[in-house]
């Protein structure tokens, strides 16, 4: 199985700031990865597919990078609404498997 | 969307069968995955469903007492489970595939507990 190591788990930075969430495959994954978001009681929602495609309707203060085994995502000018569990997924190989998410909370 | 059944609570030993309507699209023309997120825990994948053959796939730790199926005439996609026991507390939800979850169900909390 392909693991997923998301870090870091969790941070607190200031609105404003630039945030960035990366996750690490352990074997090449191509491009197929993408980052949700999950905000406390609610479903998530994705924001990058195929690492670094922008989903529609999401801000652009959003961006996601990488190739093969390392990813990130990068949030500009983190927002007060930005405040939720980021996670990534990799869908390369079966099982499918998860990071372990990045808490993201506000100075 | 995709919108799932209510919440369940069960004995453990008994069954359950959450529903993942489709609405807006044909649920036959898009896989339908499956992933579980237990209390305080991170998201699982459980497998995924082709809903054109009806042909499911499951991942390790979810074969056996997990079955996936769809209605096609009531564009559904249903996840039954089997013998629940507690450890199978959790939060399921479908997602649209193929390549990841998109859109989400809003996702069904099943508590097994006597």
């Known amino acids: 199985d392909i693991q997923m190591t998301q870090s870091p788990s969790s941070l607190s930075a200031s609105v404003g700031d630039r945030v960035t969430i990366t996750c690490r495959a352990s074997?090449?994954?191509?491009?197929?990865l993408g980052w949700y978001q999950q905000k406390p009681g609610k479903a998530p929602k994705r924001l990058i597919y195929a690492t670094s495609n922008l989903q529609s309707g999401v801000p652009a203060r959003f961006s996601g990078s990488g190739s093969g085994t390392e990813f990130s995502l990068t949030i500009s000018s983190l927002q007060p609404e930005d405040i939720a569990t980021y996670f990534c997924l990799q869908h390369n190989s079966y099982p499918w498997t998860f990071g372990q998410g990045t808490k993201v909370e506000i100075k | 969307q995709l919108v799932q059944s209510g919440s369940e609570l069960k004995m453990p030993g008994a069954s359950v069968k959450v529903s993942c309507k489709a609405f807006?699209?044909?649920?036959?023309?898009?896989?339908i995955n499956w992933a579980r997120q237990a209390p305080g825990q991170g998201l699982e994948w459980m497998g995924w469903?082709?809903?054109?053959?009806?042909?499911?796939m499951y991942a390790q730790g979810f074969r056996g007492r997990f079955v996936f199926s769809v209605d096609t005439s009531v564009n559904t996609a249903y996840l039954q489970i089997s013998g629940l026991k507690a450890e199978d507390t959790a939060i399921y939800y479908c997602?649209?595939?193929?390549?990841?979850?998109?859109?989400w169900g809003q996702g069904t909390l099943v508590i097994v507990s006597s």
């Open positions: 469903i082709n809903t054109n053959t009806g042909i499911p």
């Open positions: 074997q090449a994954i191509r491009n197929d």
């Open positions: 997602g649209r595939g193929p390549g990841g979850f998109d859109p």
């Open positions: 807006g699209y044909t649920l036959s023309n898009k896989a």
